[in-house]
Each structure stands twice: as structure tokens, then as C-alpha cells.
């Protein structure tokens, strides 16, 4: 019995050791092991979080059309990921225009954005919907019926005083960027060079995702045609409505057109005060003309052109 009593103490002995080993080594290897997982996981978070600032630049040179973005910054960040956040408007003349923010949000294995230019659409115009500011919309003339009505409003424009404004014109044919600025007044400026699209896709159904490429002051050189270009031919996932894929098109208008002097244009944003749209009024080299951002001047804020 007495040999009994010391094996059960001696056997107990060993587990306390066992155990108290065991409490020591996860004290021990508790932070460490922590401190590893919190750097690994904070590092995916990172890649995924760098790959959704770069798909929202490229979307931003692709797809925003006359939009500029004034921040893409990292919010509420936390161990588990985050959002990137961009707040957008528009340069008219020299007036800013609060445009629609654009938010992304990442983990550990994935990213994606979450809301890219919000569209509600009626019969005859389109607006954003956060800011409900009217959109200057593209069309496709081979499309007889559009989900948003053909727009002539040029003229209408034009009689209005002491705004400066933008409107987007459909080209009768695709155009060089020579015979745009040949063909404008020069007291207006081509902010925003449309690209087109192919067959029957109705542009109106794209939610603003015009892909085009954006000027400097009116104006676009070789550098800036080819730095666009190369971002055409590596986008993805520029979204596809009704059978017709943006991204496949920017491939396609990539390999078309390899310079500027020999790229063609299918419509452009052109912005200024106005009075001066009145020269546009009753051209024929495009066919349909809408109205978007306009606003009121006023005598501390001088327009750029």
C-alpha cells in the first residue's frame, strides 16, 4: 500500500511538471506565435489592399469620364482588413463639382469595389445617385432605341448666362484628335476623348463606365496616349453590360490604334462658360449632344479658359 501511495505521488508529480512545462511553453510561445500571425496576415492585408488602390487607379484612367479624384486613402483599417476610399468631382472651367465617392474594401484574400459610378437612369436623362447630378451621356446611333432617350441639347445650353457647364458629343463618324480640335471652338476645351463602343451595345446601359482617356487643359500628347494605351491593354475587369465587355474592347482598341495621330474618337466631353457653346449650335459632324455638371459662376472664382 505504501509503495502505491509513493507511485501515485511520484506519478502526479511528473503531470504537475508536465502541465506547469506546458503552461510555461504557452506563455512563452503564445505572443511569438501572435506576433507572427498578426505580421503574416497584416502582409496578405497589405498585397490586397495595394491591388485594390491600383484597380481603382485604373479605373480611374479608363472609365471616369471628366471625373477627377482628389484621394485614394486607406479607412478603418483593422486586423482583418479595410476600405480604401476615393472622393471624386469635376473641373469645369476652373469651378469644382462634388462628384459620387467610390469605396473598395480587402481582407486577407480577397478585395473588391464596392460601388463604382451609381447610376439611376430614366427615359430621357441619367444622374448619379448619391450627388442626383445629371450625367452627359454617349450613345450608338446604331441603336435606334436606347434605355435613355436620344439628347439634343446643345442649344438649350447655350442660351444659359453666367454658368460654365459640360456636355458630351456623339460624333457623327470617329474622329481624330486633329480633326476635333480643328472642328471646336477655341474658347471651349475637350476635356474627355470618348473611345466608343463596338456592334449594337447601347452606351447609356453602362452606369457612366464611358472608357475613354482624359486631357490635360483640352489637350493630349504622345506620352499621355501611350501611358493610356498600356493601361488598355492590361485592364481587367472593367465590367461587361448586355454582352458587351469594356475590357475586351480596350484590348481590341489597344491593338487598333498603337499612336495618338492615328488613334479615332468616337465623342468628347467638352467643358466652358456656356455663352461659348453657342458656335456648336446646329453643327452636323455630331449627332447627339447631352447635357451633364453645370454651375452658376461666380466673381471670386475666375474660369480657367
Known amino acids: 500500500m ?7 505521488k511520484l506519478a502526479f508529480r511528473i503531470k504537475l511538471k508536465r502541465w506547469l512545462l506546458t503552461i510555461l511553453l504557452i506563455i512563452v510561445l503564445f505572443p511569438i506565435l501572435s506576433a507572427i500571425s498578426y505580421k503574416t496576415t497584416q502582409s496578405f492585408s497589405a498585397k490586397q489592399s495595394s491591388k485594390l488602390m491600383a484597380d481603382m487607379d485604373v479605373r480611374q484612367s479608363l472609365v471616369s469620364p471628366n471625373i477627377q479624384n482628389s484621394d485614394l486613402a486607406i479607412g478603418n483599417s483593422n486586423i482583418s482588413g479595410g476600405t480604401v476610399i476615393s472622393h ?4 469645369i472651367d476652373g469651378y469644382h463639382i462634388p462628384w459620387q465617392t467610390i469605396q473598395g474594401k480587402y481582407n486577407w484574400i480577397y478585395h473588391e469595389i ?23 451621356l454617349f450613345y450608338n446611333d446604331r441603336v435606334k432605341s436606347p434605355n435613355v432617350q436620344k439628347a439634343s441639347e ?22 481624330t484628335y486633329k480633326q476635333i480640335l480643328e472642328k471646336l471652338p477655341s474658347d471651349v476645351q475637350a476635356n474627355w476623348y470618348w473611345l466608343g463602343v463596338s456592334g449594337k451595345a447601347d452606351p447609356t446601359i453602362e452606369n457612366n463606365n464611358f472608357l475613354g482617356i482624359q486631357s490635360t487643359k483640352g489637350k493630349l500628347n504622345d506620352l499621355d496616349y501611350n501611358y493610356f494605351r498600356k493601361e488598355l491593354h492590361t485592364a481587367d475587369e ?16 489597344a491593338k ?21 457653346f453657342k458656335p456648336l449650335v446646329n453643327q452636323k459632324w455630331f449627332t447627339e449632344s447631352s447635357v451633364g455638371a453645370t454651375i452658376k459662376r461666380v466673381p471670386y472664382i475666375k474660369p480657367s479658359f
Do not use: C, W
Open 154 to 175: 446643345i442649344a438649350s445650353i447655350s442660351v444659359m448666362k453666367d454658368y460654365v457647364g459640360e456636355i458630351a458629343l456623339t460624333f457623327r463618324q470617329p474622329l
Open 88 to 91: 471624386q468631382y469635376k473641373d
Open 114 to 136: 464596392q460601388s463604382d459610378n451609381l447610376v439611376d437612369s430614366y427615359d430621357n436623362a441619367a444622374y448619379t445617385r448619391t450627388t442626383q447630378t445629371k450625367i452627359p
Open 256 to 276: 487598333k490604334y498603337p499612336s495618338l495621330n492615328k488613334a479615332k474618337f468616337a465623342g468628347v466631353i467638352v467643358t466652358g462658360q456656356t455663352e461659348n
Open 238 to 253: 472593367l465590367g461587361t453590360f448586355n454582352n458587351f465587355s469594356i475590357t475586351k474592347f480596350a484590348h481590341q482598341y
Open 2 to 8: 505504501k509503495q502505491d501511495n509513493e507511485f501515485e
